[in-house]
């Protein structure tokens, strides 16, 4: 089996992780992972259930304990740093589960998430970017976010994160119980948005062939370690890959 890392062809490190150890309690769950994320990235992250994926983006975001390691926000050590500091560096979460408030409506649960942006003008004009993305959310501003589908509230949710202007977009399986088009459709804005909002975007996602194929990058995951970084391509084709790492119908 050959092993490639590949090299991302976007722009300067953005995000850098060090022989990280992290995990809940005393667990460690991810293992000694390495990772470097350029701007203008899209890295998608697979592998089996169970393999460390979302424990290693909530590490970054401050949301589980690091036993050794390093990471790195643009030059910045924020390993150790609370989660609320973590966002004021404009880097977005969209968690799979609980990621808007159900109560609020939809143009509140939109202005709680640019609450960060001081400039009116700016919060206005990334409010109707963010309804020309998602334009089924536009006809419903006051209807509660708990009232709203599967996929409405997974576009909202993607919608708020993006309000507070992150540089860097990381999302937890967000097409998780989606109908396949509604999961369609919410993938494919997320390429618009890595695009015409200039994003990086880091995604853990089930669905690692549709994941793949929209990323320029990809990180197999296996019981929290790194078992590949390559290419989409490279990940795709490698038999020995999917036959050890994601399963016959992982990918």
Do not use: C
């Amino acid at each position: 089996m050959h092993i490639w890392v590949a090299k991302s062809v976007a722009g300067n490190v953005m995000l850098e992780i060090r022989n990280l150890v992290s995990g809940y309690g005393k667990l460690a769950i991810i293992q000694d992972v390495s990772l470097k994320v350029a701007e203008g990235d899209f890295l998608a992250i697979v592998g089996p259930n169970g393999s460390g994926k979302s424990t290693l983006v909530k590490s970054i975001l401050g949301l589980t304990n690091i036993f050794e390691g390093s990471i790195k926000f643009e030059g910045i050590e924020i390993k150790g740093w609370r989660p609320e500091k973590i966002a004021m560096m404009r880097l977005g979460y969209v968690p799979q589960l609980a990621n808007v408030f159900p109560d609020l409506t939809v143009r509140e649960n939109l202005d709680l998430g640019g609450i960060t942006v001081r400039d009116a003008r700016k919060r206005s004009q990334l409010h109707e970017h963010i309804l020309n993305l998602f334009p089924i959310l536009k006809s419903r501003p006051r209807q509660k976010a708990g009232l709203l589908s599967g996929g409405e509230r997974q576009m909202l949710a993607v919608g708020r994160a993006l309000m507070a202007e992150p540089k860097l977009l990381i999302l937890d399986e967000p097409t998780a119980a989606l109908a396949p088009m509604v999961a369609e459709q919410l993938l494919q804005r997320l390429v618009e948005i890595r695009q015409k909002m200039s994003v990086t975007i880091v995604l853990v996602e089930q669905n690692a062939r549709k994941a793949l194929s929209l990323a320029n990058r990809g990180l197999v995951l296996v019981q929290g370690k790194s078992a590949f970084e390559g290419t989409p391509d490279q990940i795709s084709k490698d038999k020995d890959i999917i036959r050890l790492f994601l399963g016959e119908l992982a990918i």
